[in-house]
């Protein structure tokens, strides 16, 4: 059964840092491309970043760029979002996700971790 | 980046009704479209890909339609545990991007 777990969410002042991980089980990780796809509250969803299978290669949504980074560990499983410089707007639900390669939908995703921006 | 426009924002519908669900891209997309289910306080589930294969274990009363710019989501006969709301995606280039979605309510 494929699983994905976030952990790593929290309330974070403006300015500061916070680093999410998304285990992954039933499945053979390294082959699939993973995402992070947020949702504010009451909003809707917005993708943010990609990587693909060995980590060589990663994309991001413009307002995080340069200050998000989305890594991986395929010895544990694992998939990382790094970020940095949070501001307010930055207050969301991330969920990892699963691509399905062929079709380049999500088929899988986490639970979510709650991140909240904050003074 | 690729906009994506859905109507209606929210609808109210009754059980056994068929419902319809649009979503316009701002360019061409082929058939690089996705539909996704999203309860309260859930997680989204994929229910449709590539605008009208159905996933695994999806009921077949939803369905998908369309390619270019215009796609099509279609209940065949509204069930309780269809009230959620709706939000195509479009996977043809990044960044990837979601329609603002649609609330399915109870009339």
């Known amino acids: 059964e494929v699983q994905l777990v976030e952990s790593g969410g929290g309330l974070v002042q403006p300015g500061g840092s916070l680093r999410l991980s998304c285990a992954a089980s039933?499945?053979?990780?390294?082959?699939?491309?993973m995402h992070w796809v947020r949702q504010a509250p009451g909003k809707g969803l917005v993708w943010v970043s990609r990587?693909?299978?060995?980590?060589?290669?990663?994309n991001y949504e413009d307002s995080v760029k340069g200050r998000f980074t989305v890594s991986r560990d395929n010895a544990k499983n694992t998939l990382y979002l790094q970020m940095n410089s949070l501001r307010a707007e930055d207050t969301a639900v991330y969920y990892c996700?699963?691509?399905?390669?062929?079709?380049?939908?999500?088929?899988?995703w986490g639970q979510g971790t709650l991140v909240t921006v904050s003074s | 980046d690729i906009q994506m426009t859905q109507s209606p924002s929210s609808l109210s519908a009754s059980v056994g009704d068929r419902v319809t669900i649009t979503c316009r891209a701002s360019?061409?997309?082929?058939?690089?479209l996705n539909w996704y289910q999203q309860k309260p306080g859930k997680a989204p589930e994929l229910l449709i890909y590539?605008?009208?294969s159905l996933q695994s274990g999806v009921p077949s009363r939803f369905s998908g339609s369309g390619s270019g710019t215009d796609f099509t989501l279609t209940i065949s006969s509204l069930q309780p545990e269809d009230f959620a709301t709706y939000y195509c995606?479009?996977?043809?280039?990044?960044?990837?991007?979601f329609g603002q979605g649609t609330k399915v309510e109870i009339k």
């Open positions: 996700a699963r691509d399905a390669s062929s079709s380049r939908s999500f088929d899988y």
């Open positions: 039933g499945f053979t990780f390294s082959s699939y491309w």
């Open positions: 990587i693909n299978g060995d980590g060589s290669r990663t």
């Open positions: 360019q061409i997309i082929s058939t690089y």
């Open positions: 590539a605008a009208s």
């Open positions: 995606q479009q996977s043809y280039s990044t960044p990837w991007t």
